[in-house]
């Protein structure tokens, strides 16, 4: 008796559940159309994967893992609008995570169960998850569309399994006005570094803006200071350090790496392990900071606070004084191995690829750089001259580089953590560098 | 033939009450139980959380446990989270439930102030006590011409009391609750008896509000020391363990070493380890307060 | 209300205003301006402009008053959907737990037998365990079990995660329940399944409040197992919806906190009619804990 009661309660909910769910993927699907945009390329649409013809007009629903930074929380509306302009047949059902929280445990989820038709990540996921087999390879079609040096990294054994749509420039901003004022010139190396922030502090100013109450940001950096300090002399460094020729206890370029950050520190306001990144990047606007060794994630921020504001970008000098600007494809498209519907992912590639007024308008919209061939963002980038400065001398350098043979999940994560530890007092250097150094099991994504 | 009777109709009651707690037993072991053997199963093995194979390790992880100075310090962090919670928050509670009950007026306004935080998720706590320590306060101090240190999370030696004053803003409303109702249903001649007796306030508040308080008093402090013990979605939004480490706790550090680290098998051994001391923890404190409870 | 007692209360000499009782008004005046100021700021903020945030002290008020923080909260968390979603997931789950805790709790409470006293123990443990740390097996048995990403997976977990405390709560109640009532409905020929119904439950109503607005925040504002178990986009909750405005990178706070304005109102309501009978259930249990 009783159990038939709490059957029949269990039965009503799933009947409910099942009415409910079906209102509620009909109210999406309307909402999609609504927000297509009115210029559709007609004349430029591209041709259809021969697979898909026209005649194939069947219903297709692809499921998406989206792990994103905010910055490009949104373009899902956008590759929807275009999809359903060009292939109205496909659906997609996204999931969107957080990048750095959720993606790696959403992943670890969906293979115990089976991945989704579409993941993207950035491309360090492709050396995390392709050596698992479980990653598609990307057709060739549309790879071509894009620049060359997006695939280097994406691809394993001559196979690529990433289609790299964006990319972020990292180095240090600044305040161009600020620096016109006072005199400075972009320093090249440590010592003209040194100079300027003599200066800031004879006048006043802080040196540098940073929050260091994200430990993802002191991670970051501190990338940044190993691309151009050890991984610039050394490209296989990572792979050296597993192999047990090379350790932060011993090796000077890894330590120097790790002491800009003492730098930085030194020469920040005194609350920046309570500030958070948009109050640092209201503080760089304000004009209370000179510098900020950041990355584009920080453009949409400077550009919301203060449409005028003008900065520029430089490589954080290193101690030979050759320092690239540091270059990080972004949105990475990967796609399950197992799909059933490789063809409609095709199709969802040609569109992503190949619909130039959408990449432009994914590329404003997150204030991040093209990856497409022939395909330039229309946003303002004060910045943009000084990228397109290093760009023609050659000076840049993809940081996959690094984040492929020491993993962010595990090394240099918890790497920052006890950096942040040193800074703050609670750990001597040493104690730091011996920490990254018994983490060297970790450091490998396999 | 009377007693035969009597058993079989024991047996048959028997029967219907099983057929009651069947369901609960039933969704209460898939939905939680066997996922902790699964991970007692794991914690044998050192599985990244991702391939196929899970190799058998032993007791490996577990010895690794022992020597790990990073979990060490991720349990002192939770201890001494917790012992101040429980301090801090049970004489609070309680301090505000004895408050409001020596007849002020309006206590319905008071105690829905107090209250209406623990309404709110942990994770946003977080971040609004993130924006308060580094913004709001300080424009405090700005406005008053003072100078107090209020950037409690961004330093290791100030960042527990700040997560201690942020889970008490939380939490404290609630267990007043529970202390409040059990004082409004103590017996308003006990304290009359007391009177004449001629106690003053604290001896009848030793002697009759204490005791009578007792079951209360169990709820709370079990409730306070287990949730503390298991603190998570309180940092994640607001110093993410840091700085440094200094603020680490148990089971985030399960959660980086287990999902970020890919050590899907050493973070079940630091499961399976928490889920052990909690049951310690709360074994004990039962038995220690019960038995309070039956001498008064 | 539960004011009809408090009255009587005030009458007796122990309770009489004094200067003490003064003193006391004023410091928990202070206490509760302490307690609530952070949610008058979280509400100041969520009138503000995005510029206003960064170029004006957190304490001054918005320069005009404007929903354009509403409306985007409205839209990226596609309210609609997410709030109907939690709402259905909340109401059913503590439905069924009010039910199931019930039977439960009296079953073991009533029956002397040994495997009952193990049941209440076993169900004891679920408290303890910290099932943030259990997140793959869960996920790992949810997905054996077809349960994953549906609207009764997830109840289901709510109710699995949320019975032992459930069945410790009750069970602390049992004992206000006189036991002659429900042997004279027997002796009458009641099944056990229509004494309960008839005679304890009716009992337990202040139990059930108790258990009801306990449990409905705790489901209302999961986080975890909603992301483990719901990740389509028509079956998300609001928590996870706002969990996206926080992350790493994320600048939109006025958003934010005008998206948990939104998400804390529905609960705090809640809270705020059944007051009366959560004080109720809660005297009760405080007692006989």
């Known amino acids: 008796m009783k159990r038939k009661l709490i059957s029949l309660i269990l039965g009503t909910t799933m009947i409910a559940a099942a009415l409910t769910g079906c209102g509620g993927s009909g109210q999406a699907d309307n909402n999609a159309p609504a927000e297509a945009p009115a210029e559709g390329g007609d004349a430029q649409e591209p041709a259809a994967p021969e697979a898909d013809g026209a005649g194939t007009s069947e219903e297709v629903t692809l499921t998406v893992l989206a792990g994103q930074s905010t910055t490009d929380a949104g373009i899902e509306d956008m590759i929807d609008a275009a999809l359903a302009e060009q292939y109205p047949n496909i659906t997609l059902e996204w999931e969107c995570v957080d990048w750095g929280n959720d993606f790696q445990p959403k992943m670890q989820q969906y293979m115990q169960s089976g991945l989704p038709d579409i993941m993207i990540g950035k491309a360090q996921d492709v050396a995390t998850y392709a050596p ?98 050890v991984f610039n002399n050394d490209p296989t460094w990572g792979d050296k350090f597993r192999a047990g020729e090379v350790s932060f206890a011993e090796d000077k370029m890894a330590q120097t790496a790790y002491q800009y950050n003492k730098l930085i520190f030194d020469n920040t306001y005194p609350e920046t392990f309570s500030t958070e990144q948009t109050d640092c990047d209201a503080k760089m606007v304000l004009g209370e900071a000179a510098m900020k060794v950041s990355g584009s994630w920080s453009i949409q921020n400077f550009l919301d606070i203060d449409e005028s504001f003008d900065f520029g970008i430089f490589p954080f000098p290193n101690q030979s004084g050759d320092s690239k600007l540091i270059f990080e494809p972004n949105i990475t498209v990967m796609t399950s191995a197992n799909s059933e519907h490789q063809d409609a992912i095709n199709c969802v590639l040609d569109v992503l690829t190949g619909n130039q007024d959408l990449a432009v308008e994914i590329y404003d919209y997150t204030k991040t750089a093209s990856m497409l061939k022939d395909v330039t963002p229309t946003f303002t980038n004060p910045s943009q001259s000084d990228i397109d400065k290093y760009a023609a001398d050659g000076m840049i350098v993809d940081v996959t580089l690094g984040n492929n043979q020491l993993v962010w999940g595990g090394f240099q994560e918890e790497n920052a953590k006890d950096i942040a530890a040193w800074l703050q007092g609670d750990a001597s250097f040493e104690d730091a560098l011996a920490a990254s150094d018994a983490r060297v099991d970790a450091s490998s994504a396999n | ?226 949730g503390s013990l298991k603190v998570y979605d309180l940092l994640v939004s607001s110093t993410k363990g840091g700085p440094g480490r200094a603020s680490t706790s148990v089971i985030y550090q399960t959660y980086t070493t287990a999902i970020n680290g890919r050590q899907y098998g050493y973070g079940s051994a630091m499961s399976v380890s928490l889920v052990l001391v909690l049951l310690l923890v709360a074994l004990i404190q039962v038995k220690g307060l019960k038995s309070k409870e039956v001498q008064q | 209300m539960a004011w009809g007692k408090k009255k009587q209360k005030e009458d007796t000499p122990h309770q009489r205003y004094t200067k003490t009782t003064f003193l006391i008004q004023i410091l928990m005046s202070v206490m509760a301006v302490f307690f609530i100021a952070p949610i008058l700021i979280i509400i100041n903020y969520s009138f503000k402009t995005k510029k206003e945030l960064y170029l004006t002290s957190p304490l001054s008020l918005p320069s005009s008053f404007q929903l354009d923080n509403y409306k985007k909260a409205f839209d990226k968390l596609n309210l609609a959907t997410t709030f109907t979603n939690t709402l259905l997931y909340t109401a059913v789950s503590v439905l069924i737990l009010a039910l199931l805790c019930g039977t439960t709790a009296w079953a073991i409470a009533r029956c002397r037998a040994k495997f009952f006293k193990f049941c209440y123990i076993y169900f004891i443990i679920g408290i303890l ?95 975890l197992l909603a992301s483990l178990y719901v990740s389509k986009k028509d079956l998300k909750t609001l928590t996870v919806a706002i969990q996206s405005l926080f992350s790493a990178q994320s600048s939109d706070y006025t958003t934010a906190m005008a998206a948990i304005v939104i998400s804390v109102l529905p609960i705090a309501i809640l809270f705020m009619s059944l007051q009366k009978y959560f004080i109720k259930g809660m005297t009760v249990g405080a007692v006989k804990g």
Not at chain 1, 172 to 184: D, L, P
Not at chain 2, 74 to 95: D, E, M, P
Not at chain 3, 211 to 217: G, K, R
């Open chain 3, 129 to 223: 365990i910290p099932y943030q740390a259990l997140f793959l097996p869960i996920y790992i048995i949810g997905y054996r079990l077809n349960l994953t990403n549906t609207r009764y997976g997830i109840i289901f977990m709510y109710v699995a995660t949320g019975i032992s405390f459930g069945v410790f709560l009750m069970n602390s109640f049992m004992s206000t329940v006189p036991i002659e009532l429900e042997e004279a409905a027997r002796i009458d020929g009641c099944s056990v399944l229509r004494t309960y119904f008839t005679v304890v439950m009716p009992l337990l109503k202040p139990a059930m409040a108790t258990l009801i607005i306990m449990q409905a925040f705790q489901i209302w504002n999961d986080y």
């Open chain 1, 132 to 229: 698992q087999g479980i990653l598609g390879e990307i057709d060739a079609t549309y790879l071509d569309r894009g620049l060359d040096a997006a695939r280097e990294n994406v691809t394993i054994d001559g196979k690529t399994y990433g289609l790299v749509y964006n990319a972020l420039y990292q180095g240090v901003y600044y305040n161009k006005t600020m620096f016109a004022e006072n005199g400075w010139e972009i320093p090249k190396t440590q010592e003209d570094l040194q100079a300027i922030i003599d200066d800031c502090k004879a006048k006043g100013i802080t040196p540098f803006a940073s929050h260091m109450v994200d430990t993802w940001s002191i991670g970051n950096v501190t990338m940044q200071f190993m691309m151009n300090d």
């Open chain 2, 1 to 226: 033939m009377k007693n035969i009777n009597k058993n079989s109709m024991e047996k048959n009651l028997e029967k219907q009450y099983l057929i009651l707690v069947l369901p609960g037993l039933i969704i209460f072991t898939i939905g939680l139980i066997i996922p902790l053997l699964l991970a007692f199963r794991y914690s044998f093995t050192s599985w990244d959380g991702m391939s196929a194979e899970k190799p058998f390790v032993g007791l490996k992880n577990y010895i690794d446990l022992i020597q790990d100075s990073d979990f060490r310090s991720a349990w002192w962090f939770t201890i001494k989270f917790t012992i101040g919670n429980t301090i801090i928050q049970n004489v609070l509670a309680l301090g505000f439930a004895i408050a409001l009950d020596s007849g002020i007026k309006a206590q319905k306004i008071y105690r829905t102030a107090f209250f209406v935080p623990c309404l709110i998720s942990a994770l946003i706590v977080g971040f609004v006590w993130l924006k308060m320590f580094s913004n709001v306060l300080p424009a405090v101090n700005d406005l008053l011409g003072t100078n107090i240190n209020f950037l409690l999370f961004g330093d290791g030696k100030t960042v527990l009391s700040g997560l201690l004053i942020a889970n008490n803003w939380q939490w404290v409303g609630y267990w007043m609750l529970i202390y409040l109702a059990g004082l409004q249903s103590i017996p308003g001649d006990l304290y009359e008896a007391a009177k004449v007796d001629g106690a003053g306030a604290w001896t009848r508040f030793r002697n009759v509000t204490l005791p009578m308080l007792a079951p209360a008093i169990t709820i709370c402090v079990v409730g306070i020391t287990t």
